[in-house]
């Protein structure tokens, strides 16, 4: 469980993370093997991009299930 205020300290190229769905998603490594999401992903990086993950194929679902690491603990859920 990750806190908002944690979440929100990753959003650099060096630590990027982005929440969906209440899930808590490190995407660094994705930033690196795709460098033309860059300008897609850090501006929304720390944020909730659920509108954006609803959007994905099921099949690219499966592909952000590599990147979860947790969730954002339910205290601190009014994500914006």
């Not at 929440?19 to 850090?42: G, R």
Request: proline share 4%; glycine share 2%.
């Amino acid at each position: 469980m990750f806190s908002l205020q944690e979440i929100k300290k990753h959003t650099t190229m060096d630590s990027c993370w982005i929440i969906a769905n209440h899930k808590v998603y490190d995407v660094t490594d994705f930033l690196t093997i795709h460098p033309e999401h860059v300008s897609i992903i850090m501006p929304k990086a720390g944020q909730d991009v659920t509108q954006d993950y609803l959007f994905h194929t099921k099949h690219m679902k499966k592909i952000w299930q590599k990147y979860c690491i947790g969730y954002v603990q339910p205290s601190s859920c009014s994500v914006s």
